[in-house]
């Protein structure tokens, strides 16, 4: 799910249910409270955990990457944009190796979107991308970030960074990192979630914290339904 602020509301596309994949796109609008479905023909493949995420200079919303379950395809890697009507699919020089379940993250003061681990099945995902508008570029921080799926992130306008926390790293984890837009720091708060994976993060500007929701304990399918507010004040 992503912000798509030339329209003011939310964009979901596909995922997981029992028996496949969605390849279905949404739109959230948060004036009416509504849900519409668009349709449109063709649509991006199925996928689950499919990256989106707001463009650093368009503002309009955008999508990498998804992870195939079932791996009738492979990992895709390929990039979106969403025109208002329909996904327009783009071809930049390079791109980052195929994942889902990644961090993608806005970081509105340095103008790009950074993407570090996810899902890669056979594909190492401890690397790290930014994305300009127009290209991805590979970067190589002195510190990375290990291979991380299902973390949660959030830019964090008071630290001026992003902020990930949690994920699968063979066993969940409840470390938190931050992304200076040239290495990855480990910060060390007094009180931290337990471990888990697939909470939801997001910055709330009122309160200046970012706020945690939720999550699994993958390893014995505990689900959470604890909040968490982070300050980098």
Same mark, same amino acid.
């Given at each position: ?9 939310? !964009? /979901? ?19 009416? *409270? ?10 991006? =493949? ?5 990256? &989106? ?26 990039? %979106? @944009?969403?025109?208002?009507?329909? %996904?327009?699919? &783009?071809? =930049?020089?390079? *791109?980052?190796?195929? @994942? ?8 509105? &003061? @340095?103008?790009?979107?950074? !993407? ?42 008071? &630290?001026?960074?992003?902020? !990930? ?19 990855? /720091?480990?910060?060390? =708060?007094?009180?931290?979630?337990? =471990? ?23 390893? !014995? ?13």
């Amino acid at each position: 799910m992503g912000f798509d602020k030339r329209s003011g509301k939310l !964009v /979901v596309f596909g995922g997981l249910y029992s028996t496949g994949l969605r390849r279905d796109t949404w739109l959230w609008d948060g004036a009416t *409270s509504t849900w519409t479905q668009i349709q449109m023909k063709p649509s991006p =493949p199925a996928a689950a955990g499919p990256m &989106l995420f707001s463009d650093p200079h368009f503002g309009g919303a955008m999508m990498f990457g998804g992870f195939n379950i079932f791996k009738t395809i492979p990992n895709l890697h390929d990039t %979106w @944009r969403w025109t208002g009507t329909t %996904w327009k699919k &783009l071809h =930049p020089a390079t *791109s980052p190796y195929g @994942r889902g379940w990644g961090v993608a993250t806005l970081d509105p &003061l @340095r103008k790009n979107v950074v !993407v570090t681990g996810g899902n890669g099945d056979t594909i190492r995902t401890d690397n790290t991308w930014t994305w300009d508008s127009k290209n991805w570029t590979q970067l190589f921080p002195a510190t990375q970030i290990q291979q991380v799926i299902g973390a949660g992130s959030a830019f964090d306008a008071d &630290l001026k960074m992003v902020v !990930v926390f949690g994920g699968f790293a063979g066993n969940d984890i409840n470390q938190t990192w931050s992304w200076t837009g040239a290495n990855w /720091v480990q910060l060390h =708060p007094k009180k931290a979630p337990s =471990p888990r994976e697939g909470m939801g993060m997001a910055y709330d500007p009122g309160t200046h914290q970012v706020v945690l929701f939720g999550g699994e304990l993958g390893t !014995v399918k505990t689900l959470f339904g604890d909040t968490w507010v982070f300050s980098g004040r």
